[in-house]
């Protein structure tokens, strides 16, 4: 499959495969194979590799709010192998459950430490 | 009868989404000192309004994404990420300017003081987006907002002069109050029908309710003949204006003076509708720039944003969603004077203009996400010219507030 990673997926919604949303691909992954050919091997989402393709300033500042939320101070992205895409179109769609992923750690916190703790946080409302 | 039902509902929203305290504080203030002379603008705003939420509900319908969403895939993650930062502020300072107009529709119902209604309005606007159901809080609000039509209905109660309204539908002039002051209002009434979050939330509402390309004939139907509605409402309050605050030198300076009018037609009964008007305008703006602040975020970020999941599956939403409300009542809390706080909305709104604006039209001709939906020639001709307007406004809106001291 031919994808211009710039144009097609950089920035681009991540789902699940019920179409829940993971996040946005904030940074792609290369590596080689073992001949030496490049290949695509993961989407990383998450605020530190997305604070550094910002870059400058603004970058940091983005880094920094997350670093506040979380124990985990290197900000690891998610990483989802690509071979867990099954398509790409408006959206890039994965094979897997979002429950199977790990949840970001800035929604863990604030989930726990705020939302949780309002009545009514596990009903929707429509 | 379901096919029609579901019509009137869309148009509601429209209606509802159309009207907010901006539209009452510039339409009365226009009235008050220019008399009609600024109807045209009024009428470019809603054909502007029509043109590009009927892109935005497109993109929705077809690419099940809303506009902010797809913003960052086109001006990539920076540029997008100042957009956010920039369209942020001006959505909380819209939100406070609502919240304000809960409050001054409140005072005017009880006589109990604008402050103490501020926080109760903004706990009210909270719990409403915390438990109810989209298209009922969509609709109660649209439904209550249509009491405007009673600016219409009393202009048959006053001595209107017919012929001279008309007249002065279309004659521009400055009545004495200086080109500065005419163009500073003619941007504030412009930026109050196009106000940014009409789009956000209009685009947002479409993917939450799930629209497929088999909606957009109804999508496009409520645009059409929703925001006209809503344009109609605003006419008639610059008409009511005209014909009682401009010949009794009357200034707006709160909601009593855009109610004025109404309790000369009709006593007390009408300033009882008047104010329940008002509060349905404001409250339902209200509910929909807090959302469109959080769903500004969640979209640029990726993050799960909607109230079709439960709050806890979308906390940082929810916590964006909280936070904006906070710094709303927050806003108001410095005393600051809510109508003023309104024109000073008004003009940073049509600064920020184009970076809404512009995107939308961007996707709306890329055939990677609309294929063969995207804009034909002639929706483009009249868009780009929209935008020239557009882009005019938001560069004249910062000198035309300071030259003029904000309209005097």
Known sequence: MRIEVSRELLDRQLLDVRGRLIGKVDDVEFALDPEGTPYLSALLTGPGVLGTRVGGRLGRMLALA????????????????????????SAVWLRVRAEELPTSAVEQWLRRHLIDRIPGAGRASG | MRKLLAATLGILSAVGGFVDIGDLVAASQAGARFGMAHSWVLLLGVVAICAYAEMAGRIAAVTGRAVFDLIRERLGARVALLNLLASYVVTVVTLGAELGGVALALRLATGVPYLIWVPVAGVAVWLVLWRIRFPVMERVFGLAGLALVVFAVALFWLPTDWAALG?????????????????????ALFASTVSPYEVFFFSSGGVEERWSAADLADARFSVLVGFPIGGFLALSLIATATVVLGPAGLTVSGLEEVAHPIVLAFGGLGLAIAALAFFAVTFGAALETGLSAAYAAAQYFGWQWGKRVSPRE??????????????????????IDPVALTEYMLIISAVALPLTYLPILVVANDRTYLGDRVNGRWLNTLAVALLLIIMTASVVAIPLAVGTRMGQ
């Open chain 2, 314 to 335: 979308a906390a940082r939403f929810h916590t964006v969603l909280l936070v904006s409300m906070l710094l709303g009542v927050l806003l108001l809390l410095t005393t």
């Open chain 1, 66 to 89: 997350a670093e506040r939320f979380v124990t985990d101070r290197s900000l690891t992205p998610l990483r989802m192998p690509y071979p867990l895409v099954t398509r790409v179109d």
């Open chain 2, 167 to 187: 007249r002065g539908a279309v004659t521009i002039e400055e009545a004495g109050h200086g080109w500065g002051a005419y163009w500073f209002v003619a941007v």
